[in-house]
T-cell receptor
Framework: DGGITQSPKYLFRKEGQNVTLSCEQN?????MYWYRQDPGQGLRLIYY???????QKGDIAEGYSVSREKKESFPLTVTSAQKNPTAFYLC??????????????FGPGTRLTVL | QKEVEQDPGPLSVPEGAIVSLNCTYS??????FMWYRQYSRKGPELLMY????GNKEDGRFTAQVDKSSKYISLFIRDSQPSDSATYLC??????????FGQGTRLTINP
């Protein structure tokens, strides 16, 4: 059963804590992405990776970190430096970034709440 | 000014109505256009993908692109309660980063 999985579905964080969100894909896609979704603001790109061991900052990377040690995995860490981390986090992947046929496919999301 | 503008709604229509969802954009480098459907508390799923100006039809859904006006639309015919969701337009070109609209929340009333 191919697809993108994210865990956990719900996550609660105390002030000052770092938390890591998991994203795994078995689609053999080269590129992976992390987005943040807030009400009324659509999706905003946090980080993306087009190849293993390489990643680039998106539009709102401050307070977040990522790693891409394996093709199928792209975990996102929300650090204590992120001032307003409560949001819905979405992971996506795509086969051929930058080509005319490339499309992104999304995981089910993780809802992070700061207590 | 945002690169992509989409009316957030909410939009509420009776079952069976024709729904029109729209986005405008300012970046003429955008060449590839997508519509995603997102049910509550779920990830977006790709609904339509278009490249050129004109219409593309898939069942009850029609995507329309007018590059000269920088305007894209999604039409839903014979709308069903199961179509109730948030619809996101997305586009890219040049910078190779997908840019999303805010999303329009749609409710189809039985």
């Amino acid at each position: 059963d191919g697809g993108i999985t994210q865990s956990p579905k719900y996550l609660f964080r105390k002030e000052g804590q770092n938390v890591t969100l998991s994203c795994e894909q078995n689609l053999n896609h080269d590129a992976m992405y992390w987005y943040r979704q807030d009400p009324g603001q659509g999706l905003r790109l946090i980080y993306y990776s087009q190849i293993v061991n390489d990643f680039q900052k998106g539009d709102i990377a401050e307070g977040y970190s990522v790693s891409r040690e394996k093709k199928e995995s792209f975990p996102l860490t929300v650090t204590s430096a992120q001032k307003n981390p409560t949001a819905f986090y979405l992971c996506a992947s795509s086969r051929s970034p930058g080509t005319s046929t490339d499309t992104q496919y999304f995981g089910p999301g993780t809802r992070l709440t700061v207590l | 000014q945002k690169e992509v503008e989409q009316d957030p709604g909410p939009l509420s229509v009776p079952e069976g109505a024709i729904v029109s969802l729209n986005c405008t954009y300012s970046n003429s480098a955008f060449q590839y256009f997508m519509w995603y459907r997102q049910y509550s508390r779920k990830g977006p799923e790709l609904l339509m993908y278009t490249y050129s100006s004109g219409n593309k039809e898939d069942g009850r859904f029609t995507a329309q692109v007018d590059k000269s006006s920088k305007y894209i639309s999604l039409f839903i015919r014979d709308s069903q309660p199961s179509d109730s969701a948030t619809y996101l337009c997305a586009m890219y070109g040049g910078a190779q980063k997908l840019v999303f609209g805010q999303g329009t929340r749609l409710t189809i009333n039985p």
